[in-house]
């Protein structure tokens, strides 16, 4: 009888729990409520970023925001069907990805985030490498330290004759993404064979799990290098290389040259492009943009105008007064050019035809 | 006198009715785990009929995993998964038996006794990830000094430790079992050999392991199961890498691990189908061994 009871209890809460998720969810429909509810879902790489960027907001607007980072892939799947009012995503959408999709979508950049290339050397000397090196060496081409190709570059350095090992990551991640979607670039070996994408068929290394996953291994193994997402290398004090970009100058990964990276004459105006081996004279080579998504048309379902005006304005202050939070964060900072870019695609978000942001 | 002859009637109805839905409910929860496993199997086979349709059966000896290129076979894996357990079991099996004996014979009772079960339940208690960080600063270190010694190239991580680390962890399912078994050899059987002078190891080796052998297989068995399976700990020290393992040092990867590591990134059809075929292989592999190993315990049972 007693555990009769307590199961009746369990479900009668459980569905207590289950009939309160249910209302407060209709109230946030309706809007018109103190505690409304936002719900992003996607990367995991801007997490930290944002969910400081969203305390702060509750705090200045008293909108909750609920980002869950489940990956940029899920994430667009949840925007697609319509569970979250926006998605993250680290890589623009493809094409495809867009016209598999229920109505159009804009982008709208954040932050900017950076891959950097950690080794493990004795002596930690501060190496540079060119394209051509690079991609040697992660194509298993290169694969000795003192071969002649890595000693050209870095001349007065003394490179001792270990064998490199190459560490990547072995999850499909958006990390990996952003460095083949480079080396596709700079290589054309590389665009050929393993090409671009969050998981790739290594032709060298070992493959470890996540950025901690990597770092641990290469601090672990003599001779071996790898690469990690620069918030990641910056807090964990990492030995990392500069990279000779487009222009010819070797750039070390800071917080100045990925924003730099997204300073290009030719910025697309939807802002969906790579900018891994920009133009930029100062950029870093391996950087990218994180994006928030949004449907254009915000009056979709049962959403209300309160709902959809609420999603817009965190988005224009993130783009804006939120970007105070990057830099201490180790994220770049979008240049004033991007900032105005992505101010005007907000302004194209429309709510039964009518635009949602009001003039600044 | 009537009256109370109904009454009792009445509560032996009681209990006839009570013992039915015990009976019943026993019944429909027995009946639920079958449905759910067979509906994990048709999920499965539903998930993977994009590669399933595609590939046909070149995806079990296909040698390239390209999810760029969508090229998915999965023989590197299977072959890992197949090398990593096996070669766990033939490291822990011996172990496993020396302390199963230990406690069922030797200490069957005591304090060192009570230790011993007690850290060996303790050790199947600790999550695989704890394992795996171990494996990863402990024991990878020290591999790969062997490595160095060896004059092979010192990646530390690779089939050798995950196999290491396999035994260890699945020796304790194996202990507990072979030591319940070895307890249940009947004591007679065993007076009587020593009654015509038999030692104790003539004991062991003539008697005990002989009557005991089905059920040892058992625990064996449980723990391939459990190495066949396992994911985490194995993710942090196998390499991870797409080609088939060529040595006992060299990087590998299991079904398992691969399953974990890209799953929560793959996008497009083909990619998550080939991905739950992954799933589905295992489901066959493991159904295989299980069907050979309860052959095999069948012709060995007394």
């Known amino acids: ?360 | 006198m009537n009256n109370n002859l109904s009454i009792g009637l009445n509560s032996v109805r009681k209990i006839d009715l009570k013992e039915k839905g015990f009976k019943r409910s026993l019944l429909l929860t027995a009946i639920l785990l079958i449905v759910l496993l067979v509906a994990i199997f048709f999920t499965l086979v539903a998930g993977s009929m994009p590669t399933i349709k595609a590939l046909g059966f070149s995806f079990v000896y296909n040698k390239t995993w390209d999810p760029v290129a969508n090229q998915f076979g999965a023989s590197p894996f299977l072959a890992g998964t197949l090398l990593t357990s096996f070669l766990a079991l033939v490291i822990a099996t011996p172990f496993s038996l020396a302390v199963a004996l230990f406690l069922g014979e030797y200490f069957k009772k005591g304090i060192i006794s009570g230790i011993f079960k007690n850290v060996i339940d303790l050790l199947a208690a600790i999550p695989s990830v704890i394992y795996g960080f171990w494996g990863l600063f402990i024991m990878v270190p020290l591999v790969r000094q062997l490595e160095m010694k060896l004059n092979i190239p010192p990646y530390g991580v690779g089939i050798f430790s995950t196999s290491v680390i396999l035994a260890i962890m699945i020796m304790p399912y194996a202990i507990s079992l072979s030591r319940q078994v070895i307890l249940m050899v009947p004591a007679e059987l065993k007076e009587a050999a020593y009654s015509l002078g038999a030692t104790r190891s003539e004991v062991i080796m003539k008697i005990i392991i002989p009557h005991a052998r089905s059920g040892l297989f058992a625990g064996i068995l449980l723990a391939l199961g459990r190495a066949l399976g396992e994911t985490m700990a194995v993710t942090m020290l196998i390499g991870n890498t797409h080609d088939l393992p060529t040595g006992l040092f060299g990087p590998g990867n299991t079904m398992a691990s691969v399953i974990a590591n890209e799953f929560t990134e793959a996008t497009g059809k083909m990619y998550t189908s080939a991905l739950i075929e992954m799933g589905l292989l295992l489901f066959v592999v493991v159904t295989i061994i299980n069907i050979i190993g309860k052959k095999v315990i069948n012709r060995f049972a007394l």
């Open chain 1, 1 to 360: 009888m007693k555990t009769k009871l307590f199961f009746l209890s369990t479900v009668a809460a459980a569905f207590m729990l289950v009939s309160c998720g249910g209302n407060s969810t209709k109230q946030n429909n309706n809007g018109g409520s103190s505690e409304l509810t936002l719900l992003g879902a996607g990367a995991t790489f801007p997490y930290p970023l944002y969910s400081k960027m969203f305390n702060a907001y509750h705090k200045k607007a008293g909108i909750q925001v609920n980002y869950q980072s489940i990956g940029s892939g899920a994430g667009i799947q949840q925007l697609q069907n319509k569970t979250v009012d926006f998605g993250a995503s680290d890589a623009p959408m493809s094409d495809q990805e867009l016209k598999s999709s229920p109505a159009p979508i804009v982008h709208i950049p954040t932050c900017l985030g950076a891959v950097v290339i950690t080794y493990n050397l004795p002596n930690e000397p501060a190496l540079k490498f060119t394209p051509d090196v690079l991609a040697g060496i992660f194509l298993g081409k290169i694969i000795q330290w003192n071969d002649a190709r890595i000693a050209a570059v870095n001349p007065g350095i003394e490179l001792p004759s270990m064998h490199i090992s190459v560490v990547h990551r072995s999850d499909g991640s958006g990390t990996t993404y952003i460095f083949s979607d480079y080396l596709s670039k700079i290589s054309a070996e590389w665009s050929a064979k393993p090409g671009k994408g969050k998981s790739l068929n290594w032709p060298a290394g070992l493959g470890a799990k996540g950025n901690e996953g990597v770092s641990g291994l290469v601090k672990q193994t003599p001779g071996s290098i790898g690469y990690v997402e620069l918030a990641y290398a910056f807090q964990n004090k990492m030995q990392v290389a500069a990279l000779k970009n487009k222009s010819g100058n070797f750039i070390n990964p800071t917080l100045a040259s990925i924003s730099a990276a997204a300073n290009i004459d030719n910025m697309p105006k939807d802002l969906r492009v790579s900018i891994t081996n920009t133009d930029a004279p100062d950029g870093y080579p391996i950087s990218s943009f994180s994006y928030i998504l949004l449907y254009k048309s915000q009056s979709y379902g049962d959403r209300s105008q309160t709902k959809a005006k609420a999603t817009i304005d965190l988005v224009d202050w993130m783009i804006h007064d939120g970007q105070q939070y990057n830099e201490p964060l180790k994220y770049g900072k979008l240049p004033e050019a991007v900032v105005k870019k992505a101010t005007d695609i907000l302004k194209t978000v429309i709510y039964k035809n009518k635009p949602l942001l009001n003039e600044q």
